[in-house]
């Protein structure tokens, strides 16, 4: 079981997703637990101010310290949390680190909005993360990234099977950036036309309906790079 906090001032597009397929499934089943906060809620004026113009001029608006400050304090209120401050400076996010979420036993994720949050807020946070080396208007698609690839770990959330040969799998020692081999379904042959109209067909490879158990793994590995 984990727990994950975030804290947005958009706490309503996270309900669809969180409750869909599997993560849907599994906050049912109990195995996984998402609570957001709205960050007006911990703010101590009448116009629930979360931002302010920044200190020595600049474009945009900045976050203010000290509803992040409540909300953190009162997220742990019972028990500790990882805490984590969603930002384009932060570390990249990869498969290791979502490994390494996943042994805790709660998080919490800071989504930020605006051109920043005030640098004092980086004194009240474990670790700094970016999804990738762009930016994005809010912290949102963030957490709910970090939170989907971390909840796939999760015992029973996922059937083991499916974790063991996947891309970047953990239990993939030799290369770290091993990719899964490519998957086939029906129909054994698709056949299309061409902008041009002439015809095509795409056939899947022979061995993956052979039946031969050893060789088909032999070509698994072989085509997973
Ligand atoms: C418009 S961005 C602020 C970008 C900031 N002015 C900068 O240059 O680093 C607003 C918020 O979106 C979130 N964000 C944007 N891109 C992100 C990324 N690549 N990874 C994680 N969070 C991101 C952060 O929470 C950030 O505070």
Redesign the pocket.
């Known amino acids: 079981m984990i727990t994950f906090d975030i804290v947005t001032i958009f706490p309503k597009i996270f309900k669809e997703y969180f409750n869909t397929s599997i993560l849907g499934r599994a906050r049912e089943n109990g195995l996984i637990e998402i609570k957001v906060h709205d960050l007006r809620d911990f703010t101590e004026d009448k116009h629930n101010t979360v931002d302010d113009r920044p200190f020595g001029g600049g474009p945009g608006m900045v976050l203010k310290v000290g509803p992040i400050f409540k909300a953190l304090k009162t997220i742990e209120k019972k028990e500790e949390s990882h805490k984590v401050l969603?930002?384009?400076?932060?570390k990249q996010f990869n498969q290791k680190k979502a490994n390494k979420l996943s042994k805790k036993k709660r998080i919490t994720l800071i989504?930020?909005?605006?051109?920043?949050?005030d640098a004092r807020v980086n004194q009240f946070v474990n670790e700094k993360?970016?999804?990738?080396p762009?930016?994005?208007?809010?912290?949102e698609l963030?957490a709910m990234i970090i939170v989907d690839a971390v909840c796939r770990l999760i015992p029973n959330v996922i059937e083991k099977e499916s974790l063991k040969e996947e891309t970047y799998s953990l239990n993939n020692k030799e290369s770290k950036k091993k990719i899964e081999y490519p998957q086939y379904t029906r129909p054994e042959v698709f056949k299309y036309k061409d902008a041009k109209g002439n015809m095509h067909e795409m056939k899947v490879p022979k061995i993956l309906l052979s039946g031969n158990h050893k060789k088909i793994k032999e070509w698994k590995e072989k085509n997973a790079h």
């Not at 969603?86 to 932060?90: M, S």
């Not at 762009?134 to 912290?139: A, E, H, S």
């Open positions: 969603l930002t384009p400076k932060g989504a930020g909005r605006y051109e920043a949050f993360i970016s999804i990738g762009y930016v994005l208007t809010g912290g963030p």
